[in-house]
């Protein structure tokens, strides 16, 4: 058995460490850079695999795809909640079709799609960010139907923590696709 053919260009120092968005805040610099990581992460584990590759399911794990989907919308819903708004039909539509990979057939281009929604909405989320007036971090927001407490602060925070446990996943999953 041959050994799988895996990325083998070291990465340089993570985003958080190149001294980089000096001009913003700690709590958006922070947050900012681990969508950056994710980033590269994803050029880094993912562009060289195929659809098939992106799609597949090794030991039941949900795939590439999903998660690269699921990022960019969460990060959609979390930010619309730092703003002070509802979701709208769209995003409930969206979060309701999330799992089709899982459980439907996907489509020859659904690889190619994931990829492109993962990267508009990383550009998107950065935009908004950035838009985020630090003077916002302690105002109360409510998350979902429940409105469950938390503040601006706490919302992207969990964009961060959140895209990071996803992308952990999905690069997982990709060395997994790419030994077999």
């Known amino acids: 058995?041959?050994?799988?053919?895996?990325?083998?260009?070291?990465?340089?120092?993570?985003?958080?460490?190149?001294?980089?968005?000096?001009?913003?805040?700690p709590v958006r610099r922070a947050v900012l850079h681990a969508l950056e990581l994710a980033a590269e992460d994803a050029a880094r584990w993912t562009d060289h695999l195929t659809n098939a590759q992106l799609l597949a399911r090794p030991h039941g794990l949900p795939p590439i795809a999903f998660h690269l989907c699921h990022i960019a919308r969460s990060l959609d819903r979390l930010l619309t909640y730092a703003e002070g708004r509802q979701l709208n039909p769209e995003q409930l539509s969206a979060l309701k079709t999330e799992l089709a990979p899982l459980t439907e057939p996907p489509s020859a281009t659904a690889a190619g799609e994931a990829r492109t929604e993962f990267r508009i909405g990383l550009a998107s989320a950065s935009d908004r960010i950035?838009?985020?007036?630090?003077?916002?971090?302690?105002?109360?927001?409510?998350?979902?139907?429940k409105q469950l407490?938390?503040?601006?602060?706490?919302?992207?925070?969990?964009?961060?923590?959140?895209?990071?446990?996803?992308?952990?996943?999905?690069?997982?999953?990709?060395k997994i696709v790419a030994a077999s």
Do not use: Y
């Open 130 to 145: 950035r838009a985020i007036s630090p003077d916002r971090f302690a105002d109360p927001c409510g998350i979902g139907r």
């Open 149 to 174: 407490p938390t503040t601006v602060a706490g919302l992207l925070v969990h964009c961060a923590d959140h895209t990071q446990r996803h992308t952990g996943q999905f690069v997982t999953t990709a």
């Open 1 to 25: 058995m041959s050994e799988p053919t895996l990325p083998t260009t070291p990465p340089a120092a993570e985003p958080w460490l190149r001294g980089t968005l000096t001009d913003i805040d």
